[in-house]
């Protein structure tokens, strides 16, 4: 499962706000600067202090970002650029850049040796 896909399962679990929150947080994180490991805390710490209304619907959700968590962010630096584009939904905006400046940046974000 990569980043989009777990932002759309995350998002059909409930109509619920906060839940909708958890999935917008993610794709959020597309758009910042912070690095794997910063989504890693930021959303560990999102997901323990958001209050959703059923204990089954933060089940669903914390059971789907932590198995996201073990498969992409955890194991992060034994991947290939590649495999941690696709799993951070960032391919396209990776073959889009024009600076190599950009370029470090997003090595950067996905802790890449390029950076």
């Known amino acids: ?47 323990g202090n958001v209050w959703i209304g059923s204990d089954q619907d933060h089940d669903r959700v914390y059971s789907l970002w932590s198995a996201f968590r073990k498969e992409s962010i955890e194991t992060i630096r034994g991947m290939t650029m590649n495999e941690r584009l696709y799993s951070f939904g960032l391919l396209d905006r990776f073959y889009a850049l024009q ?17």
């Open 1 to 47: 499962m990569n980043l989009d896909e777990l932002e759309q399962q995350i998002r059909a679990i409930s109509a619920d706000p906060a839940v909708h929150g958890v999935a917008s947080q993610l794709a959020a994180w597309k758009d910042s600067s912070a690095t794997a490991d910063e989504l890693s805390i930021a959303m560990e710490r999102y997901i």
């Open 99 to 115: 600076g190599d400046s950009d370029r470090q940046a997003l090595y950067a974000k996905l802790h890449a040796g390029g950076a």
